[in-house]
């Protein structure tokens, strides 16, 4: 099982700081860090925080990484999971619209990883082994462009991972509960997975978290090239 919960103790030691100068540099309002699940992660109960630390241990704990691979998170927000994704040596890449978050966290903790604000700043790094969108693609507009641009980017031996939320009964009445308005969700985790096989990827498995069946809140798909 992947240390990720002494991750997330080294981001709650470092991410005051962060977080709220970066907020006043890039002159961004509460919204924005409701959108990166903010308050979900580190101000909600414990049930809320449990339910989203333990659904990124869930989801990354099956992959398989080596040194020297490299590895793109798109949508890496505060950059909570980077420094995991470094442990192994792997040379990671994130993206995001505030980069500038992820950027002073790492640089915080020490760890190296490149942030990037586009994918369009990708196309000279080569292919990568891994690619991570981890709720994040229910929030893009054009989706579509999204997916054809992983296609491009990740080799023929990748593996690319999607997570989102069901958006069924029981996870909107939790939003309402934490706090969420979840005005910027576009479209539910089964929509993204059905856009990414008709991108082309191949469903390798599925996880669901915490629970399957009508209480399973969030979705996790690892998909491949044919």
Request: proline share 4%; glycine share 8%.
């Amino acid at each position: 099982m992947l240390n990720f919960f002494k991750t997330r103790r080294q981001f709650i030691e470092a991410n005051d700081f962060i977080v709220l100068q970066n907020l006043v540099e890039a002159n961004r309002d509460e919204a924005d860090l409701e959108e990166m699940a903010y308050p979900a992660y580190f101000e909600g109960n414990l049930l809320s925080r449990w339910l989203f630390s333990g659904r990124l241990a869930r989801v990354l704990s099956p992959l398989e990484h080596q040194k020297g691979d490299l590895l793109l998170e798109f949508g890496c927000g505060l950059g909570m999971t980077i420094p995991y994704l470094t442990t192994k040596g792997c040379i990671v890449v994130g993206v995001d619209l505030f980069p500038q978050i992820a950027s002073r966290y790492i640089e915080e903790l020490g760890v190296t990883a490149a942030i990037y604000g586009s994918l369009d700043k990708l196309s000279d790094m080569g292919s990568f082994d891994l690619i991570c969108a981890l709720d994040v693609l229910e929030h893009v507009n054009d989706l579509d462009t999204i997916l054809n641009q992983f296609m491009e980017l990740i080799n023929d031996k990748g593996t690319l991972v999607v997570s989102g939320p069901t958006e069924n009964a029981l996870y909107r009445l939790g939003r309402r509960i934490v706090g969420f308005k979840g005005d910027y969700h576009h479209r539910n985790i089964m929509d993204i997975m059905d856009s990414v096989l008709k991108a082309g990827f191949v469903t390798k498995k599925t996880i669901a978290w915490p629970v399957p069946g009508p209480m399973c809140l969030f979705r996790c798909g690892y998909f491949s090239k044919p």
